[in-house]
């Protein structure tokens, strides 16, 4: 059975860190690109960060570019999405998403809330 569980969401004064982590299990964890996704009220799911499968290569959204790091422990079947310097408009609840690099599938996190304000 396949699971994404995402943890470290909550509420962080402006300014602020967390740190999110994902578990995963149930698929060779190593053989999927991991993407973290956020999506805020009314706001369409957006792309915050991505790492390939071997942790090689990272991409990221323009707005969390210098603030925040993805990483991968492919030992542990988790990444973690570092998120610093936080402001408001990062609120949102932040999805967890793996995709394989062979056949494109993906699988979803139930997600977590970040709340950042004073």
């Known amino acids: 059975q396949v699971q994404l569980v995402e943890s470290g969401g909550g509420l962080v004064q402006p300014g602020g860190s967390l740190r999110l982590s994902c578990a995963a299990s149930?698929?060779?964890?190593?053989?999927?690109?991991m993407n973290w996704y956020r999506q805020a009220p009314g706001k369409e799911r957006e792309l915050v960060a991505a790492?390939?499968?071997?942790?090689?290569?990272?991409n990221y959204a323009d707005s969390v570019k210098g603030r925040f790091t993805i990483s991968r422990d492919n030992a542990k079947n988790t990444v973690y999405l570092q998120m610093n310097s936080l402001k408001p408009e990062d609120t949102a609840v932040y999805y967890c998403?793996?995709?394989?690099?062979?056949?494109?599938?993906?699988?979803w996190g139930q997600g977590t809330q970040v709340t950042v304000s004073s």
């Open positions: 998403n793996a995709v394989s690099v062979t056949t494109l599938y993906g699988y």
């Open positions: 149930g698929f060779t964890f190593s053989r999927y690109t």
């Open positions: 790492i390939a499968s071997a942790g090689s290569s990272t």
